[in-house]
Structures are given as structure tokens and as C-alpha cells.
């Protein structure tokens, strides 16, 4: 009988770590979001805000992150990488994690 309970309560916190191990992989999974590159004209857009405009399409996409967008934010081209979320307003932002700067000038088609 004892040697039940014993194999009861180690089968049960086998489960419950499993549980725990599972769960935990899925939140991981779901905090890491695919980096992904953009290349065009890096404008300023306001503090701390900047805006990236592609050179075919004029499609423009808000850029936020480091302090190194700054030298850049003269119409220079670059390539950024970085992943896109939603803001507190609910609007699209490309956080940027790495620059690359291409060029001192660009040439985005007017919209």
C-alpha cells in the first residue's frame, strides 16, 4: 500500500512538471517573433519616431528603436532589421534591433 502511494504522488509531480514544461516552452515560443529586414529612406517622424519609406511602392512604415536611427534620419537609405508591433494606440511599429546604413541619399517616389 505505501509503495502505491509513493508511485502515486511521483507519478502525479511527473505530470504536474510536464505540465510546467510545456507551458513554459509555448509562452517562449510565443515572446520570440520573427526579425525580419526592411530596406528604404529613413526620415524623422517625430520623438523618437521615424519613418522608413520604401524606394519602389512609397509604402511608408513607422520605425521606432536605438538612438543610432538618429544619424541616419537624413533621407539616408538603410536597411534595418527588426520585428513589427502594435503600439498603445494599436498602431503597426517596426522596432528595430540592427542598421545598416546603404547610402547618404535616397530617392522614395512622392505619394
Known sequence: MKLLR???TLLA???LLAAHSVSAFAQ???NKQRETTLTGCLNKAGSDMYSLTDETT???TT????SDLEKHSA???VTLTGTTKTDASGKSVFEVSKI???STSCK???Q
Not at 520605425?63 to 536605438?66: I, L, M, Q, R
Open 13 to 15: 509531480a511527473s505530470v
Open 75 to 77: 533621407n539616408h537609405k
Open 108 to 110: 522614395a517616389p512622392s
Open 28 to 30: 517562449e515560443k510565443d
Open 100 to 102: 545598416q546604413h546603404v
Open 63 to 66: 520605425v521606432t528603436g536605438p
Open 58 to 60: 512609397g509604402a511608408k
Open 6 to 8: 509513493n508511485v502515486s
